[in-house]
T-cell receptor, first 113, second 112 residues
Framework: DAKTTQPNSMESNEEEPVHLPCNHS???????IHWYRQLPSQGPEYVIHGLTSNVNNRMASLAIAEDRKSSTLILHRATLRDAAVYYCILRRFISGSARQLTFGSGTQLTVLP | NAGVTQTPKFRILKIGQSMTLQCAQD?????MYWYRQDPGMGLKLIYY???????DKGEVPNGYNVSRSTTEDFPLRLELAAPSQTSVYFC???????????FGPGTRLTVL
């Protein structure tokens, strides 16, 4: 199964951009790249996802390498509220009728005031 | 609109006891999922359902059972609790198979 590799932890200063990397060298053509984050003592929440092209939404941007073997989640201005564990996930079929989110151990982002 | 709700928030069980973790969603989502998260780890899929009356195993189903009699509810049953089932359990739902998954706040279970 394709899996992702992320740094265990990263630090950022408040109001500065943050680039969170993810390697997925065994990604297949039908795998979507999803990012979720988990704030302390809460369930994961969706951040962004993409297949081949770069994506932007109100929370973040997702930059996907041309060969799709890596991606980067970009938070344009980190706030203290962005401190969380960020998961890079490949979403693939587990049967003909559902897609599984396969979570790794994620990156713990610390935002310094 | 409450989203995905889970009860209880915390529970301590003795080895061999049984319990049911409740999950409900009010978004009329077809797909529902149960995950467990061990300390410092990512989530692992236990069971999932693609609609009322249809369930299937995920990555780590042993020791658990599920049922889906209604669209709204997806309870997870532990029959003979073991210390290895100490974990945080998350329920999630999504309207279509490719849509965003919405997670509940979790149930923290300790088996002693």
């Amino acid at each position: 199964d394709a899996k992702t590799t992320q740094p265990n932890s990263m630090e950022s200063n408040e109001e500065e951009p943050v680039h969170l990397p993810c390697n997925h060298s065994t990604i297949s053509g039908t795998d979507y790249i999803h990012w979720y984050r988990q704030l302390p003592s809460q369930g994961p929440e969706y951040v962004i996802h993409g297949l081949t092209s770069n994506v932007n939404n109100r929370m973040a941007s997702l930059a996907i390498a041309e060969d799709r073997k890596s991606s980067t989640l970009i938070l344009h201005r980190a706030t203290l509220r962005d401190a969380a564990v960020y998961y890079c996930i490949l979403r693939r079929f587990i049967s003909g009728s559902a897609r599984q989110l396969t979570f790794g151990s994620g990156t713990q982002l610390t935002v310094l005031p | 609109n409450a989203g995905v709700t889970q009860t209880p928030k915390f529970r301590i069980l003795k080895i061999g006891q049984s319990m049911t973790l409740q999950c409900a969603q009010d978004m009329n989502h077809n797909y529902m999922y149960w995950y467990r998260q061990d300390p410092g780890m990512g989530l692992k899929l236990i069971y999932y359902s693609v609609g009322a009356g249809i369930t299937d195993k995920g990555e780590v189903p042993n020791g658990y059972n599920v049922s889906r009699s209604t669209t709204e509810d997806f309870p997870l049953r532990l029959e003979l609790a073991a210390p290895s089932q100490t974990s945080v359990y998350f329920c999630a739902s999504t309207i279509h198979r490719d849509s965003t998954q919405y997670f509940g706040p979790g149930t923290r279970l300790t088996v002693l």
